[in-house]
């Protein structure tokens, strides 16, 4: 031990003395190290990590619409959707969230929020829980258009919009002009299912009309528009597996509806790989990001070597002395 506080204290000295030498290898080194956390950051929300407090994200996987010419629309109608549910047998359950942007609070003093209209079985799928109230249940399974006026309010609204009280269940909150009755409060980490987003409000796919979205969102197998569908695979069903029977599905809906679905596959992609939101923009340019920034570490930790074999070679007579008089090596 008192060799270690020798040997820490005459390293010490010998940085006190050349101080400048110091600052260049420590600020090299911090360069380096800096713009590859800040990258891995967003690498980890965007790729890794892109969808927190959602359950066991291994088994969840996107169903996404693919052009002839290997384009992915990635968009699900709502209709299609329905088709989905009740023809796949390979997946526990199929969710659908369609991204909407919607003024929230009286007129003259509403601001944007940002929702997600859901299946009523979206947050069973997810298997995300609510720390306050339910989420979306059986009263909520009529799927007339227009029904279930109810929502699951984001923690941040909770706290911010409603101060966090904790008798929020059962208030309004005017959405569109709409009154949604809330009857949950989403988790601290939950986002939604689109990477990238930050949603503040969930509500039933039912209320899509009232909700300014056009009648297409409930009536037209073609309106695809910012429409995601979710599946959860089954215990021991692997991917491909699932692929194939979601891909026979579609050119079974091709030929039902030709109109609407012809010249548009199907495919099953994992939920951290959808082109739908961050991951399909960023994702590539992230990557290589990550590259560049590894790269740049090794250029800093090179730099800060050449600088270390540059100074014990300036060092060499006084090392020489001190090994004559006895010193350590």
Known sequence: MPAIQQDLLFAIRILRRDKWFAAVAV???ALGIAVNT?????????????FPCVGDARELALIETVTPGGEYLVNTSVLDYLDYRKNLKLVSGVALGRFTPLSMGPPGRAQRAWAELVSPNYFDVLQVKPILGR?????????????????IISYRIWQTEFHGDPNVLGKNILLN????TIIGVAPPGFRGSLAGMLFDVWAPIT???????????????A??????????????????QAREEV??????????????????DLTLTPLWQGHLGTQGVFGKPLRILMAVCILLLLIACAN???????RAVSRQKELGIRLVLGARP
């Open 207 to 221: 209320l899509a009309t009232a909700m300014g979205t056009g009648d297409g969102t409930l009536h037209y197998r």
């Open 177 to 180: 002009r709409n009154r949604l």
């Open 38 to 50: 800040t990258v891995f950051g967003w690498i980890n929300t965007v790729l890794l990590h892109p």
């Open 223 to 240: 309106t695809r528009d910012e429409t995601s569908t979710i599946v959860r695979l089954k215990p021991g069903v692997r991917l491909e």
């Open 27 to 29: 600020l090299t080194l």
């Open 304 to 310: 800060v070597a050449n600088l270390l074999l540059a």
């Open 135 to 151: 989420t979306l249940g059986p009263d909520e399974r009529r799927e007339q258009e227009g029904a279930n006026p109810v929502a």
């Open 247 to 264: 891909a026979a599905l579609g050119r079974r809906l091709a030929e039902m509806y030709p109109e609407t679905n012809r010249g548009v």
